[in-house]
């Protein structure tokens, strides 16, 4: 009872009125490092209804890296290569949606690649009105063509749906200026223009979605996964450690 009095309390309390979130397929993977672990997942999935509950109106694009790295088949057509990895990310999205109608939130799966009998067919006008209806939107299949990352598809879809800021949940506090993995003295950006990524080659996204973002005026909030927990402190600002690329 006193969680969803807290829950009740922080409604309404959101920076974002709509927010496109940012999954990698490896978050899914868990300590498993492959594959699917449905406990990282449920934890993962409890997070974003807890957004959800703060009056967010909340859309989702998942990787397929935790199933499929087309670019690391070698001698693989880079076409075909792509088209499995399209498919792994169906494969996370619905393991996502079930997860998340588990904890009693309403969801929709749309793949930018018909594939009717399991998921809705990515149509814009639809998406809209399932966020407008309070459903969670998963995105799956990146847009539907070769050559194109997930991180361009969080930058298109966001850009389609009007949300105010990308949520890119990742595995480091934020951007640095070098890799904090590799050098002790890496530092952390707070904040960071657009064309500050592209100038530096900072590496947060694409490039293309970087221009993207930057074209369109999309903020990107970089923050870690770890816990997950950090997704709901992110939007009511309470994060002490991420970065905002503007």
């Given amino acids: 009872m006193e969680q969803l009095k807290e829950t009740q309390n922080q409604l309404g309390k959101s920076r974002y009125k709509r927010i496109l979130l940012k999954l990698s397929g490896e978050v899914l993977a868990g300590e498993k490092g492959a594959g699917i672990d449905m406990d990282k997942v449920t934890q993962i999935s409890r997070s974003i209804c807890d957004l959800y509950d703060l009056g967010v109106e909340l859309a989702v694009v998942v990787g397929g890296g935790n199933i499929w790295r087309g670019r690391t088949s070698e001698g693989m057509d880079r076409v075909t290569a792509d088209h499995m990895g399209m498919l792994a990310t169906s494969i996370n999205a619905l393991a996502l949606s079930d997860a998340i109608l588990q904890l009693n939130h309403d969801t929709r799966v749309m793949s930018a690649i018909a594939m009717q009998e399991i998921a809705e067919t990515y149509i814009r006008k639809r998406a809209l009105r399932h966020l407008e209806k309070g459903r969670i939107v998963i995105f799956a299949c990146g847009i539907g063509n070769p050559y194109f990352s997930t991180d361009t598809t969080a930058a298109l879809r966001a850009a389609e749906i009007g949300a105010d800021v990308i949520f890119k949940a990742t595995n480091v506090d934020g951007i640095f200026d070098k890799d904090p993995k590799r050098f002790a ?62």
Avoid at 190 to 210: C, F, G, I, N, P
């Fill in 185 to 246: 003295d890496a530092k952390l950006y707070s904040k960071l223009t657009h064309q500050d990524v592209l100038q530096k080659e900072l590496r947060v996204m694409d490039a293309t979605a970087a221009a993207l973002c930057r074209d369109n005026h999309i903020d990107i909030a970089v923050f870690n996964l770890d816990p997950p927990e950090n997704i709901v402190k992110m939007a009511l600002g309470e994060l002490e450690k991420s970065t905002l690329v503007y």
